[in-house]
């Protein structure tokens, strides 16, 4: 922690002074110094930043390209600029490079259009908010640079409100504060990142819509092969979904992530040359832009696919003043790019791009940017079978069951090979993996007894006379009606018998000669933790049909990494009661993020083997955390445990 986050205890600024003189000396320093600043300084000097340049790193000072965050940023930015009032006060937006976005009021040297690493002008509030993710100052002889000597600055983090990620800082400097007390613009500071956060959330929420409208239009159209991406979520339609499989999907995210950043930057005019605009001319610089991106232009594009933006070819904001003129006109106030009219508010022309997937995957994709306020809302992949392949060629072994995973595919392959002759068939697993749904897509209509529920009675006479039978959870049946089996299959082997078994206790003779006679013909099914590839798929095919203009449920990336790690004890069974519950009871819109999962499934698996005591412990942790609205303090209260106790069992937990 800095002197500027503890003021209570901050040196004196003439001491601190004298401090810093003292090392850009060399010489010894006094006692007292400040450790974490004497640490800044002195990573200053191994990067090789000078204290005593006059416009620090010009090199460095290109206009960064149009971001999100800036979009985002600058129509609040803009508003909140007249509470500086007319001071000598800055307001700036940085990325989290940090590059300056943007600027306005009384900038001090060097703070307009610049890199503010720390490899390039040494300590600073930016770097130190950044770093430490939440608000930091720091004051004059803090700086490491002679010309921020006069200085204070504050600076709070700006977070992307999905995923908490650090998108930039707001920071607010003034003339040196003598006082110990806080920065006096520490509250504007907190209220700009807040209203930023909350524009970035507005958009983001307004973006999804948009990229659902693109894709329920590309999609609606006889049943396309489409996939709409925006790096978090995925919509896949059911013709895709079967076209391509999930290594495919991995690789066409890739390449459309990779080519929405390209994209972001093209609202530079270099790129605007570089698309297929409205009357299809194609500059020279796409094919090269796209072969970096494993991507080409497609030059056979239909521009009316493209989502709702006025196909137009726009130039970059212009180098003239009226490209920096922030809110407060005149030297003192200066602004980094100008977003211009609504006009310009979509800046991409119609462009589409074709993408080269993986050997093997059997399609390529054409994929169309979706516009939205400036940035790339996502993109919209239509998928073509390559040749003469059908789009069926991936269709699921066995209709009407989600999973294309291998350990899945190779089991269910050995099922239905088994099942071309009329014999019988043990289909073996943990609960919850499928074996009763596989069994009834095996043989249309058996006759079905769940030994849990109730005892063979006339059903052995049927099987006998050639209908086929299911028996579920033989481990539970009878020792008689165990015993009429094997009688039945010792005289006719070759009856259509299909049986369940969920291995647990050890088996008593009778239903272990039950399970050797029917060992030779018998499938294992994996577990879900065995075959995660196949969450996604099973989330679409669980997920019940929304209602009458709703949307369809979605997932983020991160809650889908979530339920990919879960060890998923009851399997798809327990997978299907989690996605019920949240269909019918969520209360939000937009994807199911990782906060709305339960407690164990968010938290992640411990990452070593845990024993039965250990396992109760922390499931009792989880619910008591839950409980509490993940707030450590009240949770170990209410356990009777120390919050130091709390945290290094968390910690054991994860190894």
Known sequence: MTTAERPSVRSGLASLRRARELFLLGRQLPDGAPEEVV??????????????????????????????????????????????????????????RPRVLWVTGFAPEGLRRLDLSEQLVGHNSAVLALRTGRRAEVHGPEHFLDLWQEVSAVSVPVRAPETGQMLGTV????DLCAEYGPHPGAPLAE???????????????????????????????????????????????????????????????RSTVALLRDWCRGAQP?????????????GGSALDRAARLGAEPDPASDTAEAPAAEPRATSGPADGPDATSG???????????????????????????????????????????????????GAVAVLEPVGHTAVTSAVRTVEGLAGRSVPWRHAVGRAVELTRSPEPLLLVG??????????????????????????????????????????????????????????????????????????GTPPGPCLQR????????????????????????????LAPRPAPGRPPLTWTLDALRALEQHPWL??????????????????????VRRTELPDAVREGPATRPLSPMEQAERAAILEALHRHGGNKARTAAALGIARATLYRKLRGYRG
């Open 191 to 253: 209220a700009a990142a807040s209203a930023v956060e909350a524009e970035l959330l507005s958009r983001s929420r307004s973006a999804e819509r948009v990229l659902l409208d693109a894709y329920l239009r590309a999609a609606g159209e006889g049943g396309r092969a489409v996939v709409a991406l925006d790096g978090r979520n995925r919509l896949v339609s059911e013709a895709a979904g079967q076209l391509l499989s999930p290594e495919g999907l991995e690789a066409l995210e």
């Open 514 to 541: 039950l399970l050797d006679t029917l060992a030779a013909r018998s499938v294992t099914l994996p577990a879900l933790r065995e075959r995660p590839d196949d969450i996604r798929e099973l989330l679409r095919a």
């Open 39 to 96: 640490a800044a300084w002195k990573r200053a000097r191994f990067f090789g930043v000078r204290h005593d340049v006059k416009d620090p790193a010009p090199e460095h000072s290109v206009r960064p390209p149009v971001s999100p965050l800036l979009t985002a940023a600058r129509p609040v930015l803009e508003r909140i600029a007249p509470a500086l009032g007319i001071g000598r006060s800055t307001l700036v937006l940085t990325d989290e």
């Open 327 to 377: 809110p407060a006109d005149g030297p003192d106030a200066t602004s980094g790019p100008a977003e211009g009219s609504h006009a310009a508010s979509d800046p991409a022309p119609s462009a589409s791009y074709r993408i080269r997937l993986p050997d093997g995957t059997g399609c390529t994709a054409t994929l169309t940017p979706v516009p939205h306020l400036g940035s790339p809302a």
């Open 430 to 503: 943990e609960r919850g993996t499928g074996k009763a749904s596989l069994a009834r897509k095996l043989v249309a209509n058996p006759l079905t007894i769940d030994a849990a529920e109730s005892e063979l009675r006339g059903e052995v006479d049927q099987l006998v006379d050639g209908h086929s039978l299911l028996v579920r959870h033989v481990e539970r049946l009878a020792q008689a009606d165990t015993a009429t089996l094997n009688s039945l299959l010792a005289s006719h082997p070759d009856v259509p018998l299909l049986v369940t078994y969920t291995p």
């Open 570 to 591: 009851g399997n798809v069974t327990e997978l299907a009661h989690l996605v019920r519950a949240l269909a019918e009871g969520r209360r939000t819109t937009g994807p």
């Open 270 to 282: 270099e790129f605007e040359a570089a698309t297929h605009t409205a009357d299809g001319t194609e």
């Open 171 to 174: 920071t607010v400097a003034c």
